[in-house]
């Protein structure tokens, strides 16, 4: 998930845009699999409250992430 920040500063923005000029953007977050979308989804949002914190936001409520994965170097 932390590769994908370098991403959000422009769409932050523009969506910040889009707000202030009334609009209601849709949001769709993906991965390869789709597994871990919600967590992206999560991290999306919580940067951008903290970037922009005037903006009202629902809270989401998701578990940790647990993978399945074999951790063959832990």
């Known amino acids: 998930l932390a590769e ?6 422009p769409l ?13 953007p849709y949001l769709f977050f ?15 949002f919580k940067i951008m409250k903290q970037t922009y914190p005037d903006l009202t936001w629902p809270e989401l409520q998701l578990p940790a992430y647990e993978s399945d994965q074999i951790d063959f170097f832990g």
Request: charged fraction near 25%; aromatic fraction near 18%; hydrophobic fraction near 40%.
């Open 12 to 24: 932050i923005d523009k969506i910040y845009q889009w707000l202030k000029a009334g609009l209601k």
């Open 4 to 9: 994908n920040k370098q991403y959000y500063r």
């Open 30 to 44: 993906h991965m390869p699999d789709n597994a871990m979308a919600p967590w992206l989804a999560e991290d999306f």
